[in-house]
T-cell receptor
Framework: EAGVAQSPRYKIIEKRQSVAFWCNPI?????LYWYQQILGQGPKLLIQ????????DSQLPKDRFSAERLKGVDSTLKIQPAKLEDSAVYLC??????????????FGPGTRLTVT | GDSVTQMEGPVTLSEEAFLTINCTYT??????LFWYVQYPGEGLQLLLK?????DKGSNKGFEATYRKETTSFHLEKGSVQVSDSAVYFC??????????FGAGTILRVKS
């Protein structure tokens, strides 16, 4: 079974530029998550989708971050404009849903973003 | 809100030593508890989990018991190997929704 795929793996941009990350979840996983992991900290949820609807985006900085999951499969996370403090690893995860039960989350390898 | 606190690292042990990494949580109700591991250059992997009080999760020689009375989920292993060197994250989740992670504990095992 293929895992969660993310691209690119690394990205370096200057502040005020824009950047986009892509995630392809495990086939059949209805729930998709984007986490931000700043160096030395645990991952923090940015946004959770179930199919193509948003479940939780309470910690997404909406003035500069946006995310979409148009067909309930792939997802894109965008930052525009980037700030120095956005330097982090962006993790995508997905999980299976059966009825009211959401199963364990599987993580992709992450995209390491450096903002200079 | 919900939170997880882990012991600070790095933790440095010799091979075959006993490992304990402390984890306590703050949450209302009965969250599920997890330990994730991140090996150098790799993504986060689920190590073990427990979904209710007194449950014991175990995998690869690691164990953790869900203690509701002390709100703890300490990770233990009887004999660590060099290959266990990694960053370990304690986390909680409600109803399968977002994971709330601790800051992580670096483990270094020397041969």
């Amino acid at each position: 079974e293929a895992g969660v795929a993310q691209s690119p793996r690394y990205k370096i941009i200057e502040k005020r530029q824009s950047v986009a990350f892509w995630c392809n979840p495990i086939s059949g996983h209805a729930t998709l998550y984007w986490y931000q992991q700043i160096l030395g900290q645990g991952p923090k949820l940015l946004i959770q989708f179930q199919n193509n609807g948003v479940v939780d985006d309470s910690q997404l900085p909406k003035d500069r971050f946006s995310a979409e999951r148009l067909k309930g499969v792939d997802s894109t996370l965008k930052i525009q404009p980037a700030k120095l403090e956005d330097s982090a690893v962006y993790l995508c995860a997905s999980s299976l849903v059966k009825g009211l039960t959401i199963y364990e989350q599987y993580f992709g390898p992450g995209t390491r973003l450096t903002v200079t | 809100g919900d939170s997880v606190t882990q012991m600070e690292g790095p933790v440095t042990l010799s091979e075959e030593a006993f490992l304990t990494i402390n984890c306590t949580y703050t949450a209302t109700g009965y969250p599920s508890l997890f330990w994730y591991v991140q090996y150098p250059g790799e993504g986060l992997q689920l190590l073990l989990k427990a979904t209710k009080a007194d449950d014991k999760g175990s995998n690869k020689g690691f164990e953790a018991t869900y203690r509701k009375e002390t709100t703890s989920f300490h990770l233990e292993k009887g004999s660590v190997q060099v290959s266990d060197s990694a960053v370990y994250f304690c986390a909680l989740s409600r109803y399968g929704n977002k994971l709330v992670f601790g800051a992580g504990t670096i483990l270094r095992v020397k041969s």
